[in-house]
Structure formats: C-alpha cells, structure tokens
C-alpha cells in the first residue's frame, strides 16, 4: 500500500535547485538544494524531505537569497528574492528525482 503524505510538505519543498553549484554538491557531499518558503524552518524542511522522498536527513542550512536588480532596455525592477535549504542526507540515500 502507498505511503500517504500530508499536502503540506509538498508546498514546503517548492522546488529543485539544479545548477551546476547543486550537482557538485550532491557528487561531492549528499547535499540537496531546494527552494522553499520565506516562513519555513529547519524543522519543518527537515520533516518534509523525510516525508516526501523518504531519507534521513542529518543536517539543513537555510539561506535568504535577495532580490537582484535587472534592466531590460529602459525597463528596470528587481527580481525576487527566495529562500534556499540545502539539505544533507545520511550516507548512502539518494534522492532520485536530480538523478539527470
């Protein structure tokens, strides 16, 4: 039978992050990078990973990543800023979703 997770891990982990930075990353040390709410904790990012893809989680760093300011011909504003975790898992568990 299939595991039923609760919804609101799935709005938690908002989505992947997968740059060249995360992969090394997930090569070199089993570390995760997803983007996620302003309002999430380590706790909550934490339990969601667990929840959803079903791993142990050692460790959680969060960081706050500003709004960046842009033109476009005389165009200008600034994108908008986002909350990242990068997430370490237990020796040996992977996450098959960044297998590319």
Known sequence: MA???DAKYYDL????II??????????A??????????????EIKKAVEAVFGV???KVNTI?????????GKYAGL???YKKAIVQLKEGQKIP???V
């Open 56 to 58: 142990e989680v050692i």
């Open 64 to 72: 706050t990543v500003l709004p960046k300011y842009k033109k476009v």
């Open 3 to 5: 595991k039923v997770v």
């Open 13 to 16: 982990l908002r989505t992947p």
């Open 19 to 28: 740059t060249e930075n995360s992969m090394q990353l997930v090569e070199s």
């Open 79 to 81: 994108k908008p800023g």
């Open 97 to 99: 979703a960044f297998a």
């Open 30 to 43: 089993n570390r995760y990078t997803f983007k996620v709410p302003k309002t999430a904790n380590k706790v």
